[in-house]
């Protein structure tokens, strides 16, 4: 079976040192499912993996045991070319996603040539009730659409979510500290009207005056914008 050849493969790439570093960056993953398999070698499996004929039987092997296999399985999905089928791989994945990390680096290039399609997918995730769902769609807002099809109306749509969840909204300060170097006459008011909820806001602020892509006057008037905390 696929699954068993691609487990077999990943312990034949694990790097122990590397396993050990993983395990304190990815909290939320059980350490025991981390074999430690390298970025830049899951993505040549995963180049490798996506031309087979059977990759279906392992991408629907649902749940994965180790979070290599995640991180591959993430690797693969981005990789796939035609828009329907890829988006629907991604939606049924999401369902398992635990970390922020397979979260994070999946990011399908077909997604480039069909923005107007993924908007539709874009609305299903933010209103979705699972972490690392909202996550991804906050994430692909960021990615796709800031820049040539920047719309307020997708600000306003991460603005409005409200979570208890910390990698819900660290992913929407970073969203905003991006969309402040891409977009910063647009998102500012967003900032100014504290349109955030408060620990959001700063850390907004906190990630923009971290940045290289904003200026210095712009990092300066947004550190005057911080909400201070009220002392119970």
């Not at 635990?98 to 480039?112: G, L, R, Y």
């Not at 006459?185 to 700063?202: A, G, I």
Request: hydrophobic share 40%; aromatic share 12%; net charge negative.
């Amino acid at each position: 079976m696929i699954r068993d050849e691609i487990i077999q493969e990943l312990f034949r790439l694990q790097d122990s040192k590397y396993r050990d570093f993983q395990y304190k960056l990815i909290p939320t993953a059980d350490a025991d499912t981390i074999i430690g398999v390298r970025t830049p070698d899951l993505r040549k499996l995963a180049a490798e993996l996506v031309k087979r004929e059977d990759i279906d039987d392992f991408l629907h092997s649902l749940p994965h045991d180790h979070f290599d296999e995640n991180q591959l399985h993430a690797f693969i999905i981005s990789k796939i070319k035609d828009y329907d089928r890829c988006v629907n791989e991604v939606t049924r994945f999401l369902t398992y996603v635990d970390n922020w990390a397979t979260c994070d680096q999946m990011s399908p290039k077909v997604f480039k040539k069909h923005r107007q399609e993924l908007t539709v997918k874009i609305r299903e995730w933010l209103a979705s009730d699972m972490t690392y769902t909202i996550r991804f769609g906050i994430g692909m807002l960021m990615e796709h659409f800031l820049d040539e099809d920047f719309d307020v109306k997708y600000v306003q749509a991460v603005a409005d979510i409200r979570s208890d969840e910390y990698y819900v909204n660290m992913m929407i300060a970073w969203y905003f500290a991006t969309a402040l170097a891409k977009q910063y006459d647009t998102v500012l008011p967003f900032m100014e009207e504290h349109r955030l909820d408060t620990w959001t806001h700063n850390k907004a602020i906190q990630k923009s005056a971290e940045s290289y892509r904003i200026p210095d006057e712009h990092k300066e008037y947004l550190k005057c914008l911080r909400i201070k905390a009220k002392k119970r």
